[in-house]
């Protein structure tokens, strides 16, 4: 779209932006405006002044039978509800009405009748609590517009105010302008309202007041006169919402269809929650009195697999909400209940299941956005969506190629999206919250509660009584049929997911208690191990630690955290990964709940990670504080790391002695996935010490295109590696679009450049890189495929060249959860001063039904023996996964990685190495589980067996049980002391931890 023109002191919205674009592309010509007033469209009526209620700005209906004139509507209610809550006035929604609403229209506004909206809709709207209708009807004739508008009185249906402007096409500024402006007087405070009283504003039906079983079945309902404030009062501006019981399975069903959808057009929905002092059980069952006058949300939009499309599967969410609490019904209707994919599991276990989603963007500021989900048994998972699309793990270990050390291609920035959508918005599920959860299967499908306490999220301070405006949305993933719905439509055409959520109204006057948590634990053990000198098996003695975390909300967006003597051992071990014949240092990532809370404060721009709080080990002391202040995003970790005085020698001046590392962070957000900040980090122990600090921003440019940076320096004092200074600069470029992608990326850094509390396993390079993709939308049985291309090159700083890649790759998704991917690639890597060129090959698989799931991949082709007399041979490496879940409450996963190295002269096998994991789970109650992990490695010939028994309450209270045993061959261990093949017992551990949960 070419640049648009603007006009002095006037915005340029969404939708303006549509209406300029078409202007100015007309030629000007002098406007004759004729403005009539109420009486064009009815008598006046007295009244006296009254404060509006709540209003709708529906899109214009196009009369003219043009359906290229059609934007314009819609442009034009977008504008006006602008403009409206400009004015100061309450707007609960503008710009689109949802596919119940449209045939109220008298003619559908298809040009056999005149476009208005009957009694039927203004009774759907006055039961959503909405007091005043804006709509209007548009004619065209050549260069000619007519635009008629009415105020229309909800609950009487009188129409109070009307306008007519007659004028030329190439000034619709203008006519936006004075329709704007008289809409705006007449509803002001001192406006007279229609028929001689007030709206109704926020008013809920009687009780006894029928509700349509679905959208498809709705019929007219009566127009219930103002009465005083029910339970629970809201309004909803987009998709169906209204008062009502839960229904029964809807007779008359909107099934998706096969392909030719457009999307919808990006408008902003919005829905009024409303306040109930009757809140619900939390058992799953739809029974309580509060859903029979809830808002009601219906009509979700499909992601995928045909982005646009209505659901294939009807949907239905109820929400309310008092001092304390956020709460949400759901009823998750299928046609066939046999393809539904919902298993009893451990918290946060449900990626794979048939799942319901709320997303909560409490400072609009599209940065960030907190997400609950439920399955239909009621088992929970939260996240938090960043508006880069990071799942929490570090960027830098994602690099395409081993040989770079973490510094391969940028990706085309994060969207929080799957390739095709089908999984719904992804986030980092290091993020742990408290709230309650419960599901039940019914004949139909599944239905589930969720409350949500409001001490669980952040979100800015408000006065007494003001409103908060939040981001929000809603998901529904059914993994049978790759199908994910929205409330909220989201387009492939727009890079990111935050920039899309809808609004939330209405939330009020909720509690201003001061959150205080308190978390005290005690872990109990006996710790066994082998004395490799002795050959002697120490069983030791029985130990037990206490600890205490503490945990209080300054404001309800600022937190502080404090731990004591904390318990930072894990529940499950690191995931194995192939050392042998790694050029580079490999990344495991945090996961440890202390640090994982909050981690992505600490994130920057760019891959470079500066903060890994993995190099804090075993700290006796951390203190956190974190949260936002107005637009500054803070963080600060403050701890003391004992197990850097246990890892230098004894004769070492600080043996026994503790580390102490800073992290501080500072982030100013702007506008929409965009900001400016700053970064320190510094660990001292003893006279030694590691200083960074540096700058970064993100700034989203339009609707797809993104460019992001880095620089920092740091200052270094090692007694190994002497006095050591550097600087690191970043930077990339991105578009992400529907059709087209591309990323340009460069990055500095300098061979003096170090951190000690980052991730950073390469130094002494300048690398500059693009990729370039582009993807088909077939929307079929192959839902999307597509190319791309990427290339590489990367010298040191005395200018040679010491990498370079070429490498083409072709991804294909099918429906039905399948999807592969073929690469192939070109490299040079220079080692030990010898330029190596290397041809690779490779795919990835993807294939997941509801008992068994098989995902894996195959790499082969040239590679570098990393050796002091280094050469190329032949390098495979591959990983198969499988999960069987033959019932709702077992699951089996088993994992094998391996890599081979062969020596082209002769055959020879330099190594074979093979990882064997398998995972097995019971989920005996909702809450208690049992874990069995075995593993074994070929070339150590380690086995390695661990049982768990977990019984969780919730995120915070909850007991393990643990048994955990090594063994190793003997040879392995030592042969003189072990001359035998047999395994040995290297490592044995008892362990159990109690954790409970306190919170104020």
């Known amino acids: 779209m070419p640049d648009i023109e603007r006009r002095p002191g006037r915005r340029a919205g969404p939708s303006m932006r549509l209406i300029a674009h078409a202007a100015t592309r007309m030629r000007r010509r002098s406007v004759a405006v004729a403005l009539t007033g109420a009486s064009l469209l009815a008598p006046a009526v007295p009244a006296a002044a009254q404060t509006p209620g709540p209003i709708i700005v529906v899109p214009f209906a196009n009369v003219s039978r043009q359906p290229a004139d059609d934007w314009i509507g819609a442009g034009l209610a977008e504008t006006i509800a602008a403009d409206l809550r400009n004015a100061g006035l309450s707007v609960v929604g503008h710009g689109t009405v949802d596919a119940a609403d449209a045939p109220a229209r008298y003619g559908n506004g298809n040009g056999n009748g005149n476009g208005w909206f009957d009694g039927t809709a203004l009774d759907t709207y006055h039961r959503r609590g909405v007091a005043w209708l804006v709509d209007g009807t548009l004619q065209r004739v050549g260069e000619r517009l007519r635009i008629t508008t009415r105020l229309v009185d909800v609950a009487t249906g009188a129409t109070a105010f009307g306008t007519r402007v007659d004028g030329d096409f190439g000034d619709l500024f203008d006519i936006q302008d004075e329709l704007g402006a008289a809409l705006a007087g007449h509803l002001s405070t001192d406006s007279r309202t229609a028929a001689g009283r007030a709206p109704a504003a926020g008013v809920a039906p009687p009780a006894s007041t029928p509700r349509p079983e679905s959208v498809a079945s709705a019929a007219p309902a009566r127009i219930v006169p103002a009465e005083p404030e029910r339970n629970v009062t809201g309004a909803l501006a987009f998709g169906e919402a209204g008062a009502g019981a839960p229904p029964a399975r809807p007779q008359g069903r909107r099934p998706g269809r096969g392909g030719g959808f457009t999307p919808t057009p990006r408008t902003r929905p919005t829905v009024v929650i409303g306040r109930t002092s009757n809140p619900p059980d939390i058992d799953g069952r739809l029974d309580d009195s509060v859903w029979e006058t809830a808002t009601h949300i219906t009509d979700f939009i499909q992601i995928a697999p045909i982005e646009g499309a209505p659901g294939t599967e009807e949907t239905e969410v109820w929400m309310a909400y008092d001092n304390d609490h956020l709460y949400f019904a759901f009823y998750a209707h299928y046609t066939r209940p046999e393809v539904m994919r919902i298993n009893r599991a451990d918290r946060e276990e449900i990626r794979g299941d048939d799942r319901m989603s709320v997303l909560f963007d409490p400072f609009l500021d599209q940065q960030r956005a907190y997400q609950f989900e439920v399955n239909g048994y009621g088992v929970q998972s939260d996240s938090l969506v960043n508006a880069d699309g990071s799942t929490g793990f570090s960027r830098s270990s994602g690099s395409s190629s081993a040989s770079r050390g973490g510094s391969g291609p940028r990706r085309s920035g994060g969207s929080g999206m799957s390739q095709s959508g089908q999984f719904g918005i992804r986030g980092d599920q290091s993020w742990d919250a408290l709230f309650d959860t419960a599901g039940q299967v019914v004949d139909d499908g599944w239905t589930a509660e969720m409350r949500i306490p409001f001490k669980s999220l952040r979100y800015p301070s408000r006065a007494g009584g003001e409103d908060h405006r939040w981001g929000f949305q809603i998901t529904r993933v059914i993994r049978d049929k790759s199908e994910a719905q929205s409330w909220s439509p989201i387009s492939r055409g727009v890079a990111g997911q935050l920039t899309q959520f809808g609004v939330l109204e209405g939330l009020s006057d909720m509690s201003r208690s001061r959150n205080l948590e308190f978390l005290p634990e005690l872990t109990g053990f006996r710790l066994g191990s082998l004395d490799r000198d002795t050959g002697v098996f120490d069983r030791g003695d029985p130990g037990g630690e206490p600890g205490l975390g503490v945990k209080y909300g300054i404001t309800p967006n600022l937190t502080a955290d404090i731990t004591f003597n904390p318990d930072f051992s894990q529940i499950e071990s690191d995931r194995p990964q192939i050392e042998t014949n790694q050029r580079f240092q490999l990344f495991y990532p945090e996961q440890r709940p202390f640090f994982l809370e909050g981690q992505e404060i600490f994130q920057t721009a760019t891959p470079l990670t500066l903060v890994h709080t993995r190099t804090i080990a075993d700290p006796d002391f951390g203190g956190k504080l974190t949260g936002k202040v107005g637009r500054t995003t803070l963080g600060v970790v403050v701890a003391d790391d004992v197990a850097a005085g246990r890892l230098v020698d004894d004769t070492h001046p600080e043996y026994g002695g503790t580390a102490q590392t800073v992290l501080g962070r500072a982030r100013y957000d702007f506008y929409a996935e965009s900001y400016l900040g700053a970064i320190m980090t510094d660990r001292e122990f003893g006279n030694d010490h590691n200083r960074v600090a540096g700058v970064d921003g993100r700034f989203r440019l339009g609707r797809t295109h993104r460019i992001s940076f880095l620089a920092a320096g740091s200052e270094t004092r090692d007694a190994d590696l002497g006095a050591l200074s550097g600087a690191a600069v970043e930077a990339d470029f991105s578009k992400q679009g529907r059709n087209l992608s591309y990323n340009v990326a460069y990055s500095s850094i300098d061979p003096g450049f170090h951190t000690n509390t980052g991730f950073l396993p390469r130094v002494d390079l300048q690398q500059t890189s693009g ?129 081979d190295f062969v020596n082209p002269i002769g055959g020879e096998g330099i190594f074979h190495v093979k990882i064997f994991r398998s995972r097995n789970t019971y989920q005996f109650t909702d809450r208690l589980l049992v874990r069995h992990i075995a593993e074994h490695n070929t070339q150590s010939v380690t086995v390695g067996n661990n049982i768990l028994f977990t019984y969780r309450i919730n995120a915070g209270t909850v007991v393990f049980l643990g048994y955990d045993d090594r063994f190793q061959r003997g040879t392995e261990i030592d042969s003189l002391l072990f001359p035998f093949n047999s395994l040995q017992r290297t490592n044995r551990a008892f362990f159990g931890k109690l954790s409970y949960l306190f919170r104020y």
């Open 771 to 899: 990729t370039v993709s582009y993807r088909w939308w077939p929307e079929s049985n192959l839902m999307t495929w597509g190319p791309s291309a990427t290339y590489l090159r990367l010298y040191d700083h005395a200018g040679v060249l010491q990498d370079e890649q070429l490498q083409g790759m072709a991804s294909f998704s099918f429906r039905n959860n399948m999807a592969i991917t073929g690469m192939v690639n070109r490299d040079l890597e220079r080692y030990g001063a010898i330029d190596f060129r290397k041809t690779g090959y490779g795919f990835f698989g993807v294939m997941s039904a509801r008992i068994l799931s098989i995902y894996g991949g195959y790499n082969w082709g040239d590679g570098i023996l990393y050796a002091d007399d280094p050469y190329l041979g032949r390098s495979t490496i591959g990983n198969v996964n499988f999960r069987f879940q033959p019932t709702s409450r077992l699951r089996t996963e088993f994992n094998m990685v391996s890599s």
